[in-house]
């Protein structure tokens, strides 16, 4: 089956905001779903974009023949067509608790609305093969963890990258005992970006956020209370932005 063209211009977006971040020392190949890139502290980090179900063995032969070369292996996949709404219930097929586990508990998705690329994580909470979603935060392009996994897909040993995670989310604002911040800290923490994020990454974040809470696919009063304090923490980083 053709690559959509969604793909290619997902990766490609992906691979801008890298350079962006000063972190990409060079691209080595560029097949529009398969990016193979040289990250500025020498190592290289394959990203495979997954458009539909990938068979369990082509992710053990993808990551056995990466390790082997010493490529760190990242998958993203396709959320319109892969991966389940916020709060939906989910039923985990083998490929898909593979990327789990890779992925640390959350995996990486991809979409495009009205030509804006989203990349963000989502976690699968539960026991056994019933998980319900939780659409997470956005993928920080240029901040990626270099992982060496052990007994992975039945695998000696894996070399996996991951996006880092915020530092501080909306949990750490929200708790009882939540840490002394500024009103522009509590900002950034709602939104799960930081001080270093740019405007891409902060309407990434917002688009998320309002996936979870926008009174249209949650009216419950929590909800919105959640996307009132996210709208003024977005128009508060937006305005640090200039934007």
Excluded: C
Excluded at 24 to 35: K, Q
Excluded at 119 to 128: A, D, K, R, T
Excluded at 227 to 241: D, E, G, H, P
């Amino acid at each position: 089956m053709p690559m959509r063209p969604e793909t290619y211009y997902a990766g490609e977006v992906l691979l801008n905001r890298i350079r962006q971040t000063g972190t990409l020392l060079r691209v080595l190949h560029d097949g529009g779903d398969i990016i193979l890139w040289q990250h500025a502290d020498g190592q290289r980090v394959s990203v495979h974009l997954i458009e539909s179900g990938i068979p369990l063995y082509e992710i053990k032969k993808t990551l056995d023949d990466n390790t082997r070369n010493g490529i760190y292996t990242l998958f993203m996949l396709w959320a319109p067509m892969m991966i389940p709404d916020h709060d939906k219930l989910y039923r985990l097929d083998d490929w898909m608790e593979a990327f789990l586990v890779l992925g640390g508990g959350r995996v990486y998705g991809y979409d495009i609305i009205e030509s804006q690329v989203y990349l963000f994580s989502v976690f699968l909470h539960g026991e056994g093969k019933l998980r319900r979603a939780e659409w997470g935060y956005p993928v920080r392009a240029g901040f990626i963890d270099l992982l060496t996994l052990e007994g992975v897909a039945g695998l000696t040993q894996a070399l996996v990258a991951r996006f880092e995670q915020p530092k501080l989310t909306a949990e750490d604002v929200l708790r009882p005992d939540a840490p002394p911040m500024s009103e522009l800290d509590k900002a950034y923490a709602l939104l799960g970006v930081s001080a270093q994020d740019d405007a891409d990454t902060v309407r990434q974040a917002y688009y998320v956020l309002a996936r979870k809470y926008h009174p249209d696919a949650n009216p419950s009063d929590e909800a919105t209370d959640m996307m009132q304090r996210v709208n003024a923490a977005y128009a508060r980083v937006m305005a640090v932005l200039g934007k």
